[in-house]
């Protein structure tokens, strides 16, 4: 199940039925700030989950729309809850593959990649801490303060680690390779390139001199 599959049950899950409470209560909740739910893809998350049988649709006045969480997508939504909250998940699986294919980098390259790492990590840490002073200074909601407080936790760690092993690098010493210099080999006379403008040039001849020529007298 999809973040945003799992935010569309829990609202529901919540009796927030129709669409226009839906869209307000996602802006309400900030959960656009983490979730993949946008204006027009609430509406394909909920017709997805229909066909699922998670959800149904209700009986409603034009323009609004309506749904309601049924009790296999409540069943579902149980499910997801306890196993996301029950079991660690991979982080950073793609930097553990970086990682095993530093040879393929010269040390500048690795050096390059891992200072990029570094800032990228710090700027994610700094938008986190504003989420929840956000929050904080908002409705202040315990649960979604552990979820900014989480992340946060997190990036300050990967950010710790990563200098540490950035320096650690370092202290290896290890240089690019030098770079090969070709020696240029002498190439005959023969075969050299002349242009028409050297002096050298077996193309040149000398001009012959003509007298101007004389018109004939009318």
């Known amino acids: 199940m999809t973040d945003a599959e799992l935010a569309i ?129 908002n409705a202040n909601r315990f649960e979604i303060v552990a979820l900014y407080g989480h992340s946060l936790s997190l990036l300050e760690a990967e950010l710790k680690w990563v200098q540490g092993f950035a320096a650690d690098y370092d202290r290896l010493g290890l240089q690019d390779p030098a770079i090969p210099i070709i020696e240029a080999r002498p190439i005959p006379r023969i075969q050299q390139v002349v242009l028409p403008e050297d002096p050298d040039s077996i193309h040149k001849e000398t001009t012959i001199q003509r007298a101007p020529r004389v018109q004939p007298k009318s």
């Open 9 to 137: 049950l829990s609202l529901l899950n919540d009796g927030i039925q129709s669409d226009i409470a839906l869209h307000a209560e996602i802006e309400a909740r900030g959960l656009r700030r983490w979730t993949a739910i946008g204006v027009s893809s609430m509406y394909y998350i909920l017709e997805k989950l229909v066909k699922q049988g998670l959800v149904e649709t209700l009986p409603n006045k034009a323009p609004e729309r309506a749904w309601q969480i049924t009790p296999a997508g409540f069943g579902v939504l149980q499910t997801a809850v306890a196993d996301l909250l029950g079991t660690p998940h991979n982080i950073a699986r793609g930097f553990e593959l970086g990682l095993v294919n530093l040879r393929v980098l010269k040390p500048s390259q690795v050096r390059t990649a891992l200072q990029n790492y570094i800032h990228e990590v710090s700027t994610r840490i700094n938008r986190a801490r504003q989420e929840v002073e956000k929050e904080r200074a």
